[in-house]
């Protein structure tokens, strides 16, 4: 059975940063998709970044490319994804939540497996 741990996450400033990472366990393939959603007040769950095995590419909505950033890494068996976001602005504020799939479609109902959610706030 496969487990998502999240942390990181917090309050930052308009144009500050924070780190979220997420370790994952006990996946049963080595073809899968992990990344992020995040979830604002009032809105649909999203998707905001993600690996695919299958081809090795690394995939970010249009409303954080070129200020989130993606990285995955194999740490004592576990994987462990780690999501940088930089130049942060008021409407990143949501829950994001860390999701795992043996498939390749990257939407909230093709998910095998969540995290918790970790709320990030974003003050001005």
């Known amino acids: 059975q496969g487990q998502l741990v999240e942390s990181g996450g917090g309050l930052a400033q308009v144009g500050g940063s924070l780190r979220l990472s997420c370790a994952a366990s006990?996946?049963?393939?080595?073809?899968?998709?992990i990344g992020w959603f995040r979830q604002a007040p009032g809105k649909e769950r999203e998707g905001v970044s993600w690996f695919n095995s299958n081809n090795g590419n690394t995939y970010y909505a249009d409303s954080v490319k070129g200020r989130f950033t993606f990285s995955k890494d194999n740490v004592n068996g576990k994987i462990m994804v780690n999501l940088q976001m930089n130049s942060l602005k008021s409407e990143d504020t949501a829950v994001y939540y860390c999701?795992?799939?043996?498939?390749?479609?990257?939407?909230?109902?093709?998910?095998?497996?969540w995290g918790r959610g970790t709320l990030v706030t974003v003050s001005s």
């Open positions: 006990g996946l049963i393939s080595d073809t899968y998709a």
């Open positions: 999701a795992a799939s043996y498939g390749s479609y990257w939407s909230p109902e093709n998910m095998d497996y």
